[in-house]
């Protein structure tokens, strides 16, 4: 009788090796990180130390495309497939491409408190990066307040897909629009030391690892979520749903 | 010949006021200005401490960080719970049925 239950704790508390391997991963990888960035990359001439911001401000600037991007991918391939599974995936993308962009929304306004002189101006780039924000907060709100009819599934899932066009006018703003927010990795390669390249490229790979396990759990938990909602069901169907 | 010189000097003056006047058409306020470079005092007087902004992004980073991974490992606790509490009931309510 309670065999079912015992290989649900089991499933649900039991984590994939690959899981466990890219945590690990991911923290030997933001030890070296933090390592390369306070003991082996310079000073910023002209900045300072408020320059160190910009070893986290833009991976994370990455990280959250990596997260926006698949909650593109996984909410049209919901629209197409009617799958719970890609739905697990664009929440999951959603939901950590908006914690990075929020990283990114406080990290580079302190940055820009020493070197522009003032927290925020409304620069393309910052303007765009704070409405895809903003779009994808309107979805987790969307996904998290409303009830969980097919019909507010996918009017969520049309906007994360429709949302993701921003990611491109944000990445572009800099070269399309005049604003103050630099360029520094051009096609030229950027106008980097080679210890600070070395440690941009270290928080590139920590960054990209830390967004795949971070969207990983949370795909995970939104998949025993919808068992949890699947089994409230036939709860409900059994007349139990009272009792519980 | 004093006339002559004196229309000489006369068109010299005209030719060098003319030239004169062509010169500062040209340097009109915006040229001007774009060659120049003025000091700004108040800035220069600013001192923005570098230091703390920094602690302040690397720490606002790691608290998100931290909290993002213990809400995720609360809401992976509660949803198992929740699934093994469920699956049970279900199992049951199937064996008294039988």
Redesign the interface.
């Known amino acids: ?2 065999e ?2 015992t290989s ?2 089991s499933r ?2 039991r984590l994939p090796l690959g899981f466990l391997s890219l945590a690990g991963l991911t923290a030997v990888l933001m030890s070296i990180t933090l390592y390369a960035i306070f003991f082996i990359a310079p000073v910023e001439l002209q ?7 910009f070893y ?2 833009v991976p ?1 600037a990455y990280a959250m495309y990596i997260g926006f991007g698949l909650c593109v991918v996984g909410s049209a391939m919901f629209l197409a497939k009617q799958s719970d599974a890609w739905e697990a995936w664009a929440v999951g993308g959603a939901e ?1 491409g908006s ?1 990075f962009c ?2 990114v929304l ?2 580079g306004p ?2 820009a ?2 070197a522009w ?1 003032t927290y925020w101006t409304w620069d393309p780039r910052l303007t765009t990066t704070l409405l895809i924000g903003m779009v994808y907060i309107a979805y987790l709100l969307l996904r998290n307040l409303g009830t969980t009819g097919e019909a507010e599934r996918k009017f969520a899932a049309g906007l994360g897909t429709l949302g993701g066009a921003l990611m491109p006018i944000i990445h572009y703003s800099v070269q399309l629009w005049r604003g103050q927010h630099p360029t520094v990795i051009t096609k030229k390669g950027g106008g980097l030391d080679a210890d600070m390249g070395m440690a941009l490229s270290l928080g590139f790979a920590t960054f990209t690892a ?1 967004a795949v396990l ?1 969207i990983w ?2 795909a ?2 939104e998949r ?2 919808q ?2 909602l699947t ?2 069901l ?2 409900a169907e ?1 007349g ?1 749903l009272e ?2 | 010949m004093n006339r002559l010189r004196v229309l000489g000097l006369l068109t010299l003056l005209a030719l060098g006021a003319l030239s004169g006047a062509e010169v500062a058409r040209a340097e009109d306020p915006a040229e001007s200005r774009s060659a120049a470079f003025q000091a700004v005092e108040g800035a220069q007087g600013e001192q923005v401490p570098g230091g703390p902004l920094m602690v302040s992004a690397y720490g606002v980073v790691m608290a998100l960080l931290v909290g993002y991974v213990a809400r995720l490992g609360l809401m992976q606790r509660k949803t198992a719970a929740e699934v093994v509490r469920l699956s049970a009931e279900i199992q049951r309510s199937r064996g008294q049925a039988k």
């Not at chain 1, 900045?47 to 911001?53: D, E, P």
């Open positions: 009788m309670n079912n239950a649900s704790r649900s508390s900045m300072g130390i408020v320059q160190k911001i986290f401000h994370s950590v914690m929020l990283i406080i990290t302190l940055w408190r020493k002189g830390l971070l759990a949370r995970r938990a025993d979520r068992r949890v089994l409230t036939d709860a059994l139990i009792e519980t």
